[in-house]
Protein backbone atom coordinates (compact mmCIF):
# COMPACT_ATOMS: atom_id res chain seq x y z
CA UNK A 1 0.00 0.00 0.00
CA UNK A 2 1.40 3.43 -0.87
CA UNK A 3 2.56 5.39 1.69
CA UNK A 4 3.28 9.31 2.30
CA UNK A 5 6.96 9.12 4.00
CA UNK A 6 8.44 12.15 5.50
CA UNK A 7 12.07 12.96 6.50
CA UNK A 8 14.05 15.82 7.33
CA UNK A 9 13.03 16.53 11.28
CA UNK A 10 14.99 16.58 14.29
CA UNK A 11 16.42 18.79 17.21
CA UNK A 12 17.74 22.27 16.23
CA UNK A 13 18.69 25.29 18.17
CA UNK A 14 16.72 28.30 18.20
CA UNK A 15 17.21 30.14 14.88
CA UNK A 16 18.26 27.41 12.94
CA UNK A 17 16.91 25.67 10.01
CA UNK A 18 15.25 22.63 8.90
CA UNK A 19 13.71 21.36 5.50
CA UNK A 20 11.16 18.90 5.75
CA UNK A 21 10.49 16.16 2.93
CA UNK A 22 7.43 14.40 2.06
CA UNK A 23 7.54 11.75 -0.85
CA UNK A 24 5.12 8.95 -2.32
CA UNK A 25 6.76 5.65 -1.23
CA UNK A 26 5.58 4.33 -4.76
CA UNK A 27 6.61 6.32 -7.89
CA UNK A 28 3.89 5.55 -9.61
CA UNK A 29 1.40 7.75 -7.53
CA UNK A 30 2.23 11.08 -7.88
CA UNK A 31 1.41 14.09 -5.72
CA UNK A 32 -1.44 16.59 -6.60
CA UNK A 33 -2.26 19.08 -3.87
CA UNK A 34 -0.39 18.78 -1.23
CA UNK A 35 0.22 20.29 2.74
CA UNK A 36 2.08 20.44 5.56
CA UNK A 37 0.56 20.37 9.38
CA UNK A 38 2.02 20.28 13.06
CA UNK A 39 0.84 19.03 16.23
CA UNK A 40 2.69 20.74 18.94
CA UNK A 41 2.30 18.79 22.69
CA UNK A 42 -1.08 19.61 23.86
CA UNK A 43 -2.27 21.41 21.03
CA UNK A 44 -4.30 20.52 17.72
CA UNK A 45 -3.12 19.85 14.75
CA UNK A 46 -2.78 22.87 12.33
CA UNK A 47 -2.20 24.51 8.51
CA UNK A 48 1.29 25.19 8.55
CA UNK A 49 1.34 25.71 4.17
CA UNK A 50 -0.36 24.06 0.87
CA UNK A 51 1.09 23.76 -2.04
CA UNK A 52 -1.32 23.24 -5.69
CA UNK A 53 0.19 20.89 -8.40
CA UNK A 54 1.60 23.83 -10.62
CA UNK A 55 3.16 25.23 -7.42
CA UNK A 56 1.17 28.01 -5.81
CA UNK A 57 1.80 28.07 -2.15
CA UNK A 58 -0.41 29.37 0.79
CA UNK A 59 0.91 29.82 4.17
CA UNK A 60 -0.69 30.30 8.11
CA UNK A 61 0.06 33.97 8.43
CA UNK A 62 1.82 33.09 11.82
CA UNK A 63 4.39 31.27 9.65
CA UNK A 64 4.67 32.77 5.96
CA UNK A 65 7.40 34.43 7.10
CA UNK A 66 9.71 31.88 8.06
CA UNK A 67 8.65 28.79 6.26
CA UNK A 68 8.45 27.82 2.57
CA UNK A 69 6.98 25.19 0.75
CA UNK A 70 8.06 23.96 -2.62
CA UNK A 71 7.86 20.89 -4.90
CA UNK A 72 9.69 19.01 -7.16
CA UNK A 73 7.42 17.19 -9.83
CA UNK A 74 10.62 15.28 -10.75
CA UNK A 75 11.40 13.75 -7.69
CA UNK A 76 7.63 13.53 -6.89
CA UNK A 77 8.72 15.71 -3.58
CA UNK A 78 6.87 18.22 -1.56
CA UNK A 79 9.42 20.49 0.57
CA UNK A 80 8.87 22.52 3.70
CA UNK A 81 11.80 24.82 4.66
CA UNK A 82 11.98 26.11 7.95
CA UNK A 83 14.55 29.10 8.72
CA UNK A 84 14.45 30.51 12.47
CA UNK A 85 13.22 28.22 14.23
CA UNK A 86 11.71 29.37 17.67
CA UNK A 87 10.88 26.89 20.37
CA UNK A 88 7.27 26.88 19.85
CA UNK A 89 7.84 25.63 16.63
CA UNK A 90 8.36 22.19 18.06
CA UNK A 91 6.04 20.25 16.73
CA UNK A 92 5.14 16.51 14.93
CA UNK A 93 4.91 17.90 11.34
CA UNK A 94 3.09 15.79 8.81
CA UNK A 95 2.39 15.62 4.87
CA UNK A 96 -1.11 15.49 3.59
CA UNK A 97 -1.57 14.81 0.21
CA UNK A 98 -4.10 13.84 -2.29
CA UNK A 99 -2.20 10.98 -4.91
CA UNK A 100 -3.06 10.31 -8.23
CA UNK A 101 -2.56 6.72 -8.62
CA UNK A 102 -1.77 4.59 -11.87
CA UNK A 103 -5.37 4.44 -12.92
CA UNK A 104 -5.98 8.31 -12.38
CA UNK A 105 -7.92 8.00 -8.97
CA UNK A 106 -7.27 10.76 -6.64
CA UNK A 107 -7.44 9.45 -2.77
CA UNK A 108 -5.94 11.71 0.08
CA UNK A 109 -3.35 10.26 2.43
CA UNK A 110 -1.34 11.13 5.66
CA UNK A 111 2.24 10.68 6.73
CA UNK A 112 3.59 9.11 9.34
CA UNK A 113 5.06 12.88 10.82
CA UNK A 114 8.09 13.90 11.56
CA UNK A 115 9.06 15.19 14.73
CA UNK A 116 11.44 18.92 14.60
CA UNK A 117 12.39 19.94 18.24
CA UNK A 118 13.93 23.42 18.95
CA UNK A 119 15.67 23.92 21.70
CA UNK A 120 16.45 27.37 23.50
Known amino acids: QVQLVESGGGLVQAGGSLRLSCTAS????????AHWYRQGPGKQRELVATISSGGSANYADSMKDRFTISRDNTKNTVYLQMISLKPEDTAAYYCNADLWDPRGRLTNYWGQGTQVTVSS
Open 26 to 33: ASTYKINI
